[in-house]
T-cell receptor, first 116, second 113 residues
Framework: NAGVTQTPKFRVLKTGQSMTLLCAQD?????MYWYRQDPGMGLRLIHY???????AKGEVPDGYNVSRLKKQNFLLGLESAAPSQTSVYFC???????????????FGAGTRLSVL | GESVGLHLPTLSVQEGDNSIINCAYS??????FIWYKQESGKGPQFIID?????DKRQGQRVTVLLNKTVKHLSLQIAATQPGDSAVYFC????????????FGGGTRLMVKP
C-alpha cells in the first residue's frame, strides 16, 4: 500500500533552472494538493486539483505551475527556480467530501529542494 | 486575517506522563478540525479529527477537545512514549472552503526518557 509517492526525494538546483516534482497516489482520490513547508511555519498551499484536468491556485501559487493529466498524478513545475523556493514540498490527496464533512488529507514523504 | 496558531512552540514531557498540545483558531466559521503528527524527515500523518458539532473525541491514547466558546483546540496524549516525539499540527476547515485546510505553525513534542 504505497499511498502517496513523491519523486525525487532531494534536489539541488541553480537559480534559473527548471524542474518538475511528481506526485502519484494509488488511493483513487479525487483531490490532490501541493504544499510547501518552511522552517518554523505551517504548511502553505501552493496549488490544488479537484479532479483530472482541473487545477486551482492556493495561498502561494506564484512561481509554480501544476498539471493533472491523470487522476493519479499531480505534477508541480518550477519554470525558473529562485532561492526563495528553497523549501520542503509535500503532496497530499483526499477523497471527495462525504456528508460527514471529513477531509483527511494523506501526505507523501516530501521533496527537499535547495535553490542556490 | 483568520489564522490557526499554537500557544507553545516546544513541549518537553517525561516518558509516561500525559501531554497536552494546544491550538487557537480565530475563524468561527470553521466546521472541522484535524491533528497531524510529523516525524523528522517524514510527511504529516493523520492522528485524529473532530467536527464542530462535537466537543470531544477519543482515539487510541489520544483525545481531541474542542472549545468553540474560546476557539480552542487541544490534543491530549496519554502515557507519552518516545515514539510520540514529533511536531504536531492542527488544521481547520472553513465551512465554505471545500476540501481546503488551513494549518497552524506546529508544536514540537520532546519526550524525555
Amino acid at each position: 500500500n504505497a499511498g502517496v509517492t513523491q519523486t525525487p526525494k532531494f534536489r539541488v538546483l541553480k537559480t534559473g533552472q527548471s524542474m518538475t516534482l511528481l506526485c502519484a497516489q494509488d488511493m483513487n482520490h479525487e483531490y490532490m494538493y501541493w504544499y510547501r513547508q518552511d522552517p518554523g511555519m505551517g504548511l502553505r498551499l501552493i496549488h490544488y486539483s479537484v479532479g483530472e484536468g482541473t487545477t486551482a491556485k492556493g495561498e502561494v501559487p506564484d512561481g509554480y505551475n501544476v498539471s493533472r493529466l491523470k487522476k493519479q498524478n499531480f505534477l508541480l513545475g518550477l519554470e525558473s527556480a529562485a532561492p526563495s523556493q528553497t523549501s520542503v514540498y509535500f503532496c497530499a490527496s483526499s477523497p471527495v467530501l462525504a456528508g460527514d464533512f471529513k477531509n483527511i488529507q494523506y501526505f507523501g514523504a516530501g521533496t527537499r529542494l535547495s535553490v542556490l | 486575517g483568520e489564522s490557526v496558531g499554537l500557544h507553545l512552540p516546544t513541549l518537553s514531557v517525561q516518558e509516561g506522563d500525559n501531554s497536552i498540545i494546544n491550538c487557537a483558531y480565530s475563524n468561527s466559521a470553521s466546521d472541522y478540525f484535524i491533528w497531524y503528527k510529523q516525524e523528522s524527515g517524514k510527511g504529516p500523518q493523520f492522528i485524529i479529527d473532530i467536527r464542530s458539532n462535537m466537543d470531544k473525541r477519543q482515539g487510541q491514547r489520544v483525545t481531541v477537545l474542542l472549545n468553540k466558546t474560546v476557539k480552542h483546540l487541544s490534543l491530549q496524549i496519554a502515557a507519552t512514549q518516545p515514539g510520540d516525539s514529533a511536531v504536531y499540527f492542527c488544521a481547520e476547515k472553513y465551512n465554505n472552503a471545500g476540501n481546503m485546510l488551513t494549518f497552524g505553525g506546529g508544536t514540537r513534542l520532546m519526550v524525555k526518557p
